[in-house]
């Protein structure tokens, strides 16, 4: 059975140094390909790559569209591109942002899981909100291994705690004892793992107790099944392409499938389609027909800022509309009757327009 070897990493707010232990406490004999998503603005060049280089002695480059996934090899996403997987090779997109953000978390998860299932080892660090929640959650229920950085230890907690709530991870570890079990993982069959000694930390009155795997000697045996196009056989050689995989990852079904989730009532704040409510386990997210996709977090955090746009619309609307009933008036000296109604529409739209800034300041 061939060893877990597909390593994808994601964290937005506070994960670059955890992110620099972990790529720099690699051995140049790793045999596992990387992929890294982290939150990044969509203008700017990306400096991740040559940060990460400098203190890697494992390759690390830029993914690219079509490239084949190298074993020994450390690929981080594009500005504005996400980074999804398909057998044996990356996609670099622009597609629907999700959670808010391109590039995503989920879409890189989401793919793995499906197309290399058991081989997968998801690692989420410090962020903010809840992307990589959903996509750590596929790839343990395709039988991949679940890490999530010690929310105590990470700069922004808010990503790994909503992980550690809705993906229950196999280990929840500080960065610094991620690689050493990720060395470990990596060198044994997907189904005899050794799992930590200690016990998960508690986190909000909550500690995580891995899956429903029997455990027996501080090893889990897997019931899970592997991906289609996983064979046995001799461990390739580092820098050989991964070649096999289950190619069900496609443009069409990773996004809008009509077949899929239930319509709710409210409304994609970027395309203002219908947004469909979709449920695995615990987690609500809402997908719009593009591809739109939010956690219940994101949602409130995008509807936030479209209602805030709205009122300063509508603030602008009416103290330009109080102007010009008040410019218009006092050039009709004499027609009194419509000065008097237009002044008076006036101080209306005036007064209105202070309760409405009053309520945005406050």
Known sequence: MPQRDIIVI???????????IIISSLPASFPGSVLIVTHMMADFPSLLEEHLSSNSRVPVSQAADQEPIRRGH???ARPDYHLTVEAGKMRVLRGPRENRHRPAIDPLFRTAARVYGQRVIGIILSGTLEDGSMGLFAVKQRGGIAIVQDPNEAA??????RALG?????????????????????QVDQDEIVMPKKKA??????????????????????????AQ???????????????????QSNLKAEYFDEGEGNPSVFACPECHGVLW??????????RCRVGHTYGSDSLVVELSAASEAALWAALRALEEKAAMQRRISDGMSSHPTSVAR???????????????????FT
Do not use: C, W
């Not at 196009?229 to 190619?247: F, K, M, V, W």
């Open 10 to 20: 994601g964290g937005s707010a506070g994960s670059f140094d955890p992110l620099r």
């Open 74 to 76: 450390i690929y981080v």
């Open 156 to 161: 922004s907690p808010e990503m790994p705690r």
């Open 166 to 186: 809705y993906a229950t991870p196999h280990y929840v570890l500080k960065a610094r004892d991620i690689v050493p079990n990720l060395i470990n993982l990596v």
């Open 201 to 226: 930390p508690k986190t909000n009155g909550q500690k995580t107790n891995g899956d429903s795997r029997s455990r027996n000697g501080g090893r889990v045996r897997s019931s899970a099944k592997p």
């Open 229 to 247: 196009g996983t064979n046995g056989g001799a461990q390739p050689s580092r820098g050989a392409p991964i070649t096999d995989g289950d190619n």
């Open 277 to 286: 409510e979709l449920r695995e386990g615990n987690l609500l997210q809402f």
């Open 342 to 360: 237009l002044r008076d529409q006036s101080e209306a739209d005036e007064a209105h327009a202070r309760v409405l800034r009053e309520m945005i």
